[in-house]
C-alpha cells in the first residue's frame, strides 16, 4: 500500500494505491464524504467488469446511482456531457452529493467536467481503472471534453476529493490499451525521474511501487503550478504534438505522446538543445513497450500548434530535454514559428 497527499492552497486530497482496494472504496470514502448517495458515471466495458464489486461494497454505507455512457473517445462530447447532467438531474441528485469516476481517462475527464459545472460544482471522487488514466488524467483536476475536432478543448480545473487506485484492475486490460498507458508512465520518467527511466529499460512490472515512483513527478509540478501556467506545463511534453497526432491518426492517446514525446527531442535536436543519447534511449523503451514510431516530422505540424491550448498570448511554450530527468520549457512567439520551419 502506499500513499499520496497533492497540497493545494484550496483543494489537497489523498490519493491511495493499493491492491483490491476496489473491495473496501468505502472505508476511504468515508473518511471525506459523508451524505448519504453516490452517483457512479462508468462505461459499459467497465460496468461489466467491476460495477457490481464497486456497488456492494458501496451500498454498506451509501445509497448508489449509476450513470453508464458507451466506451471510448466520442463519449467526451456536448451531447454525452448533455446526457448525464439530465439522467443525473432524473435521479434527483443534490448539490453536496458525489459523483465517483469509475473508470479510464475519457470517465475521469467527462465526470469532472460534469462535477465542476452541474449546480457550479459537486463533489467528485475517482476510482480509474487503467494504467493511463492511474499515471495521468485522475491526478491534478484537469477535466473537460472535446468539441469541433479538437481534444479537450471545453474544459475546466476541478480537484477531486479523494483517489483511489488499485493495480490489479490493470490485469483486465488488453495488451494494447495496457501499453497505451506506458506513454505517460515514460514520460514522467523521462521529465523527472531518471532512476524510474532506468527501471523501465529493464521493462519491471507496474506494481505499487512503480505507480507511486511515477506519480511522485506529477504531485511535484502540481502543487508547483495548479494552473498550469508555468512549472505544470512539464506535463506536457509529448503533448504539442502528440494531441494532433492522436486525432489525425486516430490512435491512443498514450501512443500519440510517445510519438510526440520523439518528435519533442528531435525538435531538441535541431536546436542543439537535447543529445541524440536521448533520441536512441527514449527510442528503445517506446519500442520495447510496443508503442507505435511513426515516422512523422515535427515542423510540418508546427502551424497546427499554433493553435494549441498551451498557446498563451501568442506565444507557444514547448517542453523538451536536455537530458533524461532534465525538462525545460522553450518559448517561441506565433511569428517566429515558420523560421522553425
Known sequence: MRKLEIKLERNSYEIQIENDLLF????????????????????????????????????????????????GEASKSLEMYSQVIQELLDKNIRRNELLLALGGGVIGDLTGFVASTLYRGIPYASVPTTLLSQMDSSIGGKTGIDFNGRKNILGCFKQPSLVLIDPNTLKTLSKEEYHNGMGELIKHAIIGNANLFRKLEEKLPIDEAIIYESLIVKK?????????????????????FGHIVELEQGIKHGQAVAVGMLMAIQMGIDLHVTTEKVYTSVLNVVKLYDLPVLDLNYKSYLPQVVYDKKNLAGTVKFVLVKEIGEPFLYAVEEGKIKELM
Open 24 to 71: 473496501h472504496l468505502s472505508f476511504y470514502l468515508k473518511k471525506v464524504y459523508s451524505n448519504k448517495k453516490v452517483y457512479i458515471i462508468t462505461d459499459d466495458i467497465v460496468a461489466k467488469l467491476y460495477l457490481d464489486i464497486v456497488k456492494e461494497n458501496l451500498r454498506q454505507a451509501y445509497e448508489v446511482e449509476t450513470v453508464i455512457v458507451p466506451h
Open 220 to 240: 511535484r509540478v502540481v502543487e508547483l503550478d495548479e494552473y498550469d501556467q508555468n512549472e505544470r506545463m512539464l506535463l506536457n511534453f509529448g503533448h504539442t
